[in-house]
């Protein structure tokens, strides 16, 4: 980009503000991301930075929004009241989740429709990981205990990421989300400790099943990784996607012992040189299949949020029409009283 200008320059034979201001603008940009500060809405900021931040936000809020799918799955049969409460307000949450998010990538500039059209085209990806299905309450479980366990080991760096809107909107996410991790281990451990027999195989097949998934969850290794270098250097990932894996991989271990559940790989084991524990190969076949569309449940989780967008049409007419009405009669008073 600098050539560029500079190029531009000499074949005008003079240095115009045009072909100079984006060189300062941009110098401007990247010391402000050095310096750590948040860039804000109204900020100029190079267009690249602006697509990744609208990929990076948009298939963050679509995650959230299809991850409703799999455990809504389970909220008429959960095993008790309190299990039902619990288990409702978190898919609530992911509700919720979804919303800052897609909130915070309008301010660059994007607005919903889009970003939902992307989604439901195929365009847009969300995480591979709810593509699997649930099949036992166990999964229930173990999405809390792994999958927003991986969810928070990767999204609490985002509190700090360069873009405000995103890095405030994942401080509130993160904290919802450390109550999701813990209800989920919480039910688990109630089946392991105090559960029959069948219940605690449940609890080990429900992890067998769940753990490679979740280590995908961090995306591919970092050499293969399209945007890890340039997010890194823009302050919107401030750790790559291998060793946040293996942050979660040491942490989880140690939670498998306090639960009494085995993970499911035989190349799991503690490297005193590394400080870390060393594991098996991960299938990147599998990943790079779920992510393409070819997963257990893509297309049902796509049909279903397609299906809830034209269902839930007249509740978006209704609540149009209610603050067009609304917004008249405050015109109107606004306008008896002056
Ligand atoms: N699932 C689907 N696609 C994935 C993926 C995954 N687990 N991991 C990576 N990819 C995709 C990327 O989107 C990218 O595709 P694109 O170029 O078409 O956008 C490609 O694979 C290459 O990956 P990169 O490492 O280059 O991509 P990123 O730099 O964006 O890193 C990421 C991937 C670590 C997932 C990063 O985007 C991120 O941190 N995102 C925010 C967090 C997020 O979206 N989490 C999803 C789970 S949310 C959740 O679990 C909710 C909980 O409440 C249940």
Redesign the pocket.
């Known amino acids: 980009m600098y050539t560029q200008a500079m190029d531009t320059a000499a074949r005008d034979g003079h240095a115009s503000v045009s072909a100079l201001a984006p060189t300062a603008r941009e110098q401007r940009f990247e010391a402000r991301i050095a310096a750590g500060e948040y860039v804000e809405p109204k900020d100029w900021m190079p267009d690249h930075y602006r697509r990744t931040l609208v990929?990076?936000i948009s298939?963050?809020a679509h995650?959230?929004i299809v991850?409703m799918l799999p455990e809504g799955n389970w909220i008429t049969r959960a095993p008790t009241l309190k299990r039902k409460a619990i288990l409702l307000a978190k898919v609530q949450d992911?509700g919720g989740?979804g919303l800052y998010l897609y909130a915070a990538a309008e301010t660059l500039g994007t607005s919903r429709d889009e970003m939902i059209e992307a989604l439901h085209d195929g365009h847009a990806?969300?995480?591979?990981?709810f593509n699997y299905p649930t099949l036992t309450w166990a999964d229930v479980g173990v999405i809390g205990w792994l999958?927003?366990g991986a969810?928070i080991m990767?999204?609490i760096p985002?509190c700090r990421c360069s873009y405000g809107p995103y890095a405030r909107a994942m401080i509130r996410v993160c904290r919802e989300?450390s109550f999701?991790q813990r209800q989920g281990f919480d039910a688990l451990y109630a089946m392991m400790t105090q559960g029959t027999r069948a219940q605690r195989d449940m609890v080990q097949d429900a992890v067998n099943r769940w753990w490679w998934p979740s280590l995908?969850?961090?995306?591919?290794p970092d050499g293969e990784?399209?945007?890890?270098e340039q997010?890194m250097r823009w302050g919107i990932?401030r750790i790559g996607?291998d060793e946040l894996r293996q942050k979660f991989i040491d942490a989880a271990v140690e939670l498998a012992k306090v639960l009494g559940v085995d993970l499911p790989d035989p190349q799991l084991k503690w490297s005193p040189e590394r400080g870390h524990h060393d594991h098996g190969p991960i299938d990147w076949d599998e990943f790079w299949r779920v992510?393409g569309g070819d997963g257990p449940c893509n297309r049902d989780r796509l049909a279903a949020r397609v299906r809830a967008r034209e269902e839930g049409a007249w509740v978006r007419e209704a609540a149009m029409a209610h603050a067009r009405k609304r917004a008249a009669r405050d015109t109107a008073a606004q306008a008896l009283a002056a």
């Open positions: 990929r990076q298939q963050h995650s959230e991850g992911e989740h990806k969300y995480s591979s990981i999958v927003d969810a990767n999204q985002l989300e999701h995908m969850m961090f995306g591919p990784s399209t945007h890890s997010s990932k996607n992510v």
